[in-house]
């Protein structure tokens, strides 16, 4: 079954800091990854996709990830945070053409302390 | 540019009582068109998709419906509220497959059950 595992539901860094968030998923082949990220009272905003080629993707605002197969996961990164990165983030997974459904982690809360 | 819009922003309605969500894209000819539903402080659910007007299919159950009567909106309703209904709402559009473009999503409304 296909599924998206995001451990940590709270992260909290300082300002400048880098920052790592977590992301597994459960799939057969090579799925399609995205990271959302979601701030307050709004819906979410793409940051990044991962499809195939170079494992590492670049996102907007400073965000990368890297997609690993053989540790499956796309754990997102940035190496100096802001304040203005406080939001939900969301990994989540599709398969690949043919699937109308996206499969999405439970989301985990950042919080740039300044 | 493609603007999406949902309204209303909130609602407070009573268990029992009838609800409807709406959503609507300018800028853009034959979206799909998705609903998705966030419990509080959860991750988000697909409750619908829609390819074209008049054509809707489910991906959960949750005593809702959808109708797609324009090409450019997109209905949510249920004729009884249950108190498990709360949370945020979501619509989206893409221009493709899930699999193969972005979703852009609406600001969201937020329904409280009492």
């Known amino acids: 079954a296909q599924s998206v595992t995001q451990p940590d539901a709270r992260v909290t860094v300082s300002e400048g800091a880098s920052l790592q968030l977590r992301c597994k998923y459960s799939?057969?082949?090579?799925?399609?990854l995205f990271w959302y990220v979601q701030y307050p009272r709004q819906g979410l905003q793409l940051l990044l996709k991962y499809y195939s080629g170079d494992p590492v993707v670049q996102g907007v605002n400073g965000f990368e990830a890297e997609f690993s197969k053989s540790n499956s996961s796309f754990h997102l990164r940035k190496a100096s945070v802001h304040w203005s990165d406080s939001a939900v983030y969301f990994c989540?997974?599709?398969?690949?053409?043919?699937?109308?459904?996206?499969?999405f982690g439970s989301g985990t809360q950042l919080t740039v302390m300044p | 540019a493609q603007t999406i819009h949902q309204w209303p922003v909130a609602e407070i309605k009573a268990v029992g009582s009838p609800l409807s969500l709406g959503c609507t894209i300018k800028g853009k000819s034959s979206p799909n068109l998705y609903w998705y539903w966030q419990a509080t402080g959860g991750t988000l659910q697909q409750l619908f998709y829609s390819i074209t007007v008049g054509q809707v299919e489910s991906v959960v159950q949750l005593n809702l419906s959808a109708s797609r009567p324009k090409d450019d909106q997109f209905i949510l309703s249920t004729e009884k509220l249950l108190l498990s209904h709360s949370g945020f709402y979501l619509c989206?559009?893409?221009?493709?497959?899930?699999?193969?473009?972005?979703?852009?999503f609406g600001h969201g409304t937020k329904l409280s059950v009492l």
């Open positions: 799939y057969s082949g090579t799925p399609y």
């Open positions: 989206a559009w893409s221009l493709e497959g899930i699999s193969n473009e972005r979703l852009f």
């Open positions: 989540v997974l599709s398969a690949p053409s043919g699937s109308w459904q996206l499969i």
